[in-house]
């Protein structure tokens, strides 16, 4: 006795018989073009989600900035001298804001809690030649001084990167003006309007901040009008509350 396979014939042989190479490819044609789509939206969720995290971590440094600086600023005693000069004779160039007999931020160590001076200056930036840095300095007297200005740097930190732009301005109480240089003057100027921008932002975009010096409340007492809360604390008309952000007109006519 012999089994003998069954042999299909017609229609039905044909739907048993497999797929076509033609369906095959159309198949996995089919396929990649899901998996694609599937990796496209997943390669776009992580890399927006990684842009909103930079945008995060971006803006709390520079608000962490912010408070620092402002506390630092409000903190300093009537008799610190601030200069932001030309002066051919001054070591630390054009620009840079020099400030002596204050608080020390930003230290790490005894030695540097204890520097005379600090100074605060936008370099150019060492691995993107289109951006800046804001350095702090802290400075000492060299054993040999040569000028009741002549100091030596004994630490260095940088504080923002990546910087388009960083400008400041004081408020000159007796001139009732914004001024970009500040030397030999008896005390503090009143307040400070900090100016900076991001390079890798678009060129329209900047922030600007207003901070207060508590040491300049010695010019304040010569006439300038007291407002209720901290004395002598009376910004310019226009101006927002101290250490906040003002808007930046937008060009082409943005309002």
Known sequence: MSIRPTVLKGKRAASTAGFTLIEVIAGMALMMTVIGGVYGIASGALGLGKSMAASRVHEARLMNFVSAWREYLESLPPNTRITVGEKPSRKFG???????????????????????????????????????????????????????????????????????????????????????????KGAPPLFMRLRLAFANEPREKAYEYVFWFSGGNAINEAGVPQSPGIPGQTPPPGLPPMGQRIPVPQPGGAR
Not at 115 to 143: G, I, M, W, Y
């Open 94 to 184: 054009r620009g840079s804001l020099l400030i002596e007999n204050g608080s020390v931020p930003f230290a790490w160590s005894r030695e540097v809690r204890l520097a005379p001076a600090v100074e605060f200056k936008v370099s150019r930036s060492k691995t993107d030649r289109n951006s800046s840095t804001l350095l702090v300095r802290h400075l000492r007297k060299p054993e040999r001084a040569t000028s009741p200005d002549d100091y030596e740097v004994i630490a260095e930190l940088p504080l923002i990167e990546g910087l388009r732009e960083f400008t400041w301005q004081f408020y000159d109480a007796e001139k009732k003006k914004w001024v970009t240089l500040w030397e030999d």
